[in-house]
T-cell receptor, first 113, second 113 residues
Framework: GDSVTQMEGPVTLSEEAFLTINCTYT??????LFWYVQYPGEGLQLLLK?????DKGSNKGFEATYRKETTSFHLEKGSVQVSDSAVYFC????????????FGTGTKLQVIP | DAGVIQSPRHEVTEMGQEVTLRCKPI?????LFWYRQTMMRGLELLIY????????DSGMPEDRFSAKMPNASFSTLKIQPSEPRDSAVYFC???????????FGPGTRLTVL
C-alpha cells in the first residue's frame, strides 16, 4: 500500500536559518503530494501541494518539488521565523477520483530566536 | 464560511461512560473524515463518508466506536463504553472532491480517566 516517510524530529533551528524537512513516498501511479502544517492546539491545514512530476508547490516562503525519479517531496524554506514553529506532515493522495490521504508521522520544528 | 466546527473542544469523562463527539463540515463538501491523533500512533484515519454514506471504517479500532452522518451538515463519533486508552485528540475533516483539499476542524481533546 501507499506510505509516506518523513525525517524524525524534532528539528531545532535558529531564526533565519535554512530549513529542509525530508519526505519520501511509496505509491503506485502518480499521486498528488501535500505538506500540511499543524500549529499548537489546532487542526492540520494545507500548506502547499503538487499534483504532477516536477511541479513545485509554494506558500508562505515554503517550497517543495515533486520528484518522481527519487519519489521525494522535500520541504524547504530559506529563512525560518519563530512563528514557523509547528508540526509538518507530508502526505499523498491517489489521483483518478478522490481517495483518502496517507499522512506521514509528522516532523516537529522548533525555531528559537 | 466558519470552517469545520467540532464540539466539544475538550471532554473529560470517566471510564465506562458514553462519549459523543460532533462535527459540522463545510457546506457543500462531499467527504467527511474522522481522525484520531496520539503521541504514540500519530494521526490515524478512523472512518470516512462520501455524501453521508460510510465508505471505509477499517480504521475504527473496535466495536465500541461508531460513527454516523445523518445529513450533509452533521456527523457524530460515539465511544461506548470509553476506556483510558481512548484518550486522544479527535479531528474531523471535510473535503470538496473537486479541489481535493482536506479542511480540518480544531479537534476535540478527549481525556478518559
Amino acid at each position: 500500500g501507499d506510505s509516506v516517510t518523513q525525517m524524525e524530529g524534532p528539528v531545532t533551528l535558529s531564526e533565519e536559518a535554512f530549513l529542509t524537512i525530508n519526505c519520501t513516498y511509496t505509491a503506485t501511479g502518480y499521486p498528488s503530494l501535500f505538506w500540511y502544517v499543524q500549529y499548537p492546539g489546532e487542526g492540520l491545514q494545507l500548506l502547499l501541494k503538487a499534483t504532477k512530476a516536477d511541479d513545485k508547490g509554494s506558500n508562505k516562503g515554503f517550497e517543495a518539488t515533486y520528484r518522481k525519479e527519487t519519489t521525494s517531496f522535500h520541504l524547504e524554506k530559506g529563512s525560518v521565523q519563530v512563528s514557523d514553529s509547528a508540526v509538518y506532515f507530508c502526505a499523498l493522495s491517489q489521483a483518478g477520483g478522490y481517495q483518502k490521504v496517507t499522512f506521514g508521522t509528522g516532523t516537529k520544528l522548533q525555531v528559537i530566536p | 464560511d466558519a470552517g469545520v466546527i467540532q464540539s466539544p473542544r475538550h471532554e473529560v469523562t470517566e471510564m465506562g461512560q458514553e462519549v459523543t463527539l460532533r462535527c459540522k463540515p463545510i457546506s457543500g463538501h462531499d467527504y467527511l473524515f474522522w481522525y484520531r491523533q496520539t503521541m504514540m500512533r500519530g494521526l490515524e484515519l478512523l472512518i470516512y463518508f462520501n455524501n453521508n454514506v460510510p465508505i471505509d471504517d477499517s480504521g475504527m479500532p473496535e466495536d465500541r466506536f461508531s460513527a454516523k452522518m445523518p445529513n450533509a451538515s452533521f456527523s457524530t463519533l460515539k465511544i461506548q463504553p470509553s476506556e483510558p486508552r481512548d484518550s486522544a485528540v479527535y479531528f474531523c475533516a471535510s473535503v470538496d472532491s473537486v479541489y481535493n483539499e482536506q479542511f480540518f476542524g480544531p479537534g476535540t481533546r478527549l481525556t478518559v480517566l
